[in-house]
């Protein structure tokens, strides 16, 4: 009997709706594909607030991993990658993402040398120290300069090195 109810077809199969890794963006629907290319599109009509929300609407999956408020032609949002949240703005002006990766109560000489080499490599972002002592790290460029792709790729840099340096450090 046991047998039978594991090996037949008639039984009802409950899959888990569990993912193991880090997401790649491979799996983009044709919508999503099409916000890219519209993204672009805004982008060169210089309407970059909407170039970046459409950017928005490509990089959310089912998960609903970025959180998007708009007020006029200005733009916050709220980005979630693993442990981290990446808080950001945009305008017709400037735009700019940054995450808290840790709290340093003192200034190890050793570890301000750690994050300069780290920063030596780094493309897109780089790690500042606010003044509540708080190690984050930051992206920002004229908007004017923030093709919807450089921002994809200084979004995906800053969200995976605060994800990976925030267990380290």
Known sequence: MFLRKLFSSSAAVIEPEIDFGRFDGDSKSVEQLQK???????????????????????INDKKDVVTIHQKDNELTFELIQGSKKINGFANDKMFRAEANVVKSSQK?????????????????????????????????SSIEDSSPDKIYHGLYELATKADKQDDLL
């Open 108 to 140: 190890h000489t050793a570890l301000m040398r750690r994050l300069m080499e780290i920063n030596y490599n780094l493309k897109y972002s780089c790690f500042c120290l606010k003044e509540d002592d708080i190690i984050c790290l930051k992206f920002s």
């Open 36 to 58: 890219w290319n519209e993204a672009f599109e805004l982008y060169k009509k210089n309407d970059f607030v909407a170039s970046v929300v459409a950017l928005f609407e490509f």
